[in-house]
């Protein structure tokens, strides 16, 4: 992974309860391998901590990032979904699916990165997010 989506943002006077905060807005996402959906710790994070300037950029971020994956994992499963009924559909929606269970090992991947970034005091920039909260 290259520098270029890593930006500090450690500022001198970090408690320890901010590095915590900043580290689980990331960790959190991986809360889906319990049951919620992975959108849900990072957006608690967010409207816990929307006011502390060390821990919401952390937090928008990972939510941002968890937001542009469930779009993408909803579109793709009514694309799939709907092709599926053509004699053509069927490849394209096994291709759909095959993309959809990789973006799954994707978010787990970027997920650990950012949440290693966000322990060194940076903030990780997600690949495929769209800016949904600013």
């Not at 901590?49 to 941002?64: M, S």
Request: some cysteine; glycine content about 4%.
């Amino acid at each position: 992974m290259t520098e270029e989506h890593h930006t500090p943002v450690e500022s001198p006077q970090v408690s320890s309860e901010q590095h915590t905060w900043r580290v689980l807005a990331h960790a959190s996402a991986l809360i889906q391998f319990l049951g919620p959906p992975s959108v849900v710790g990072p957006l608690v994070v967010w409207l816990l901590r929307r006011n502390d300037p060390v821990v919401e950029p952390h937090a928008r971020a990972a939510l941002n990032f968890q937001l542009s994956l469930l779009i993408y994992f909803v579109a793709g499963g009514i694309a799939a979904f709907v092709l599926l009924f053509t004699i053509v559909g069927i490849a394209l929606s096994i291709l759909i699916v095959l993309f959809l269970l990789c973006l799954l090992v994707l978010e787990v991947v970027f997920a650990i990165l950012a949440t290693m970034a966000a322990s060194r005091g940076e903030l990780y920039d997600y690949p495929l997010s769209l800016d949904l909260i600013n």
